[in-house]
Nanobody, 116 residues
């Protein structure tokens, strides 16, 4: 199992960014996929989940309406489109297959920094 997250950057508040996770080592289309993030000094938290076929998505209250999760089962990728970014969105972002917990394998993540 491997996850490679990319697309993180330093942006200003109000700007947009799209993250990509490339997964390998398992049957990608057999799992729901999620994005998580870990703000500086805080625990990792769930951000969004997308169903196997991509037809159903759910979001944390803090990102609902601003972030959109999508997946491409042909490419084994899951994206997170982030709009109207806020300084509180600053974090390292990770993806994982469901279910995942702190004992699961995690990639290196991608850093998103939002300046005010």
């Amino acid at each position: 199992v491997q996850f490679v997250e990319s697309g993180g950057s330093l942006v200003q508040a109000g700007e947009s960014l799209t993250l990509t996770c490339t997964a390998s080592g398992f049957s990608f289309m057999s799992y729901s996929m999620s994005w998580y993030r870990q703000p500086p000094g805080k625990e990792r938290e769930w951000v969004a989940t997308i169903s196997l076929g991509g037809g159903v998505a759910s979001y944390s209250d803090s990102v609902e309406g601003r972030f959109t999760i999508s997946r491409n089962n042909a490419k084994n990728t899951v994206d997170l489109e982030m709009n109207d970014l806020k300084p509180d969105d600053t974090a390292v972002y990770y993806c994982n297959r469901d279910p995942a917990d702190e004992s699961s394998y995690w990639g290196q993540g991608t850093q998103v920094t939002v300046s005010s």
